[in-house]
């Protein structure tokens, strides 16, 4: 089966910009998160989606990070403006209670340097 | 959440089996212990999940004692490519919407 999809797969922007990234998960999970991984550190969970409705948005900066899921499929993060700290691996990952591991799968995720 | 305790970093050689231990002290009676795996510019894998005894499949195995307050993840004759992080992760499983937690993971270098 076709993996987690992530575009772009770098990104270089200066502070205050604006940007955005994509997710298409495994066809038919309906969940989906968006994981923040600031170099030497695991990833961070900032927003989860089961079908097209956040289950769990509690560390995601909504001052300036907004996501969306429409039609419970793909998956947009955006990030308005930027900061240097915003400067880290953006993961997007699926699962499916389908799956007998009940593990989740990460994309190859986007990485963002803000200057 | 529980949170879990692994050695920051690892080293090996080639063949050697290598076992890396984690510690949850604080896991609850419905958590699960799952480990993944991270090669730098990918995201995490899957590698093994287990809520009590022994679990084994092609890659790994996973010793979970009574207590179950800590797990070991064990490699058998690791190469080069076993190279990356190992993350412990402690949470409720409920078959896709699990909330799991990384901690900062055990990076492992196998040398020739």
């Known amino acids: 089966e076709a993996g987690v999809a992530q575009s772009p797969r770098y990104k270089i922007i200066e502070k205050r910009q604006s940007v955005a990234f994509w997710c298409n998960p495994i066809s038919g999970h309906a969940t989906l998160y968006w994981y923040q991984q600031i170099l030497g550190q695991g990833p961070k969970l900032l927003i989860q989606?089961?079908?097209?409705?956040?289950?769990?948005d509690s560390q995601l900066p909504k001052d300036r990070f907004s996501a969306e899921r429409l039609k419970g499929v793909d998956s947009t993060l955006k990030i308005q403006p930027a900061k240097l700290e915003d400067s880290a691996v953006y993961l997007c990952?699926?699962?499916?209670?389908?799956?007998?591991?009940?593990?989740?799968?990460f994309g190859s995720g986007t990485r963002l340097t803000v200057v | 959440l529980a949170k879990t305790t692994q050695p920051i970093s690892m080293d090996s050689y080639e063949g050697q089996e290598v076992n890396i231990t984690c510690s949850h002290n604080n896991i609850a009676t419905n958590d699960y212990i799952t480990w993944y795996q991270q090669f730098p510019s990918q995201g995490p894998r899957f590698i093994i999940q287990g809520y009590k005894t022994k679990v084994t499949n092609e890659v790994a195995s996973l010793f979970i004692p009574a207590d179950r307050k800590s797990s070991t993840l064990s490699l058998p004759r690791v190469s080069l490519s076993d190279t990356a992080v190992y993350y412990c992760l402690v949470g409720l499983v409920t078959g896709g919407g699990n909330k799991l937690t990384f901690g900062t993971g055990t990076q492992l270098k196998v040398e020739l």
């Open positions: 989606f089961q079908n097209n409705g956040v289950v769990d």
């Open positions: 990952a699926s699962s499916s209670p389908g799956q007998t591991n009940y593990g989740y799968t």
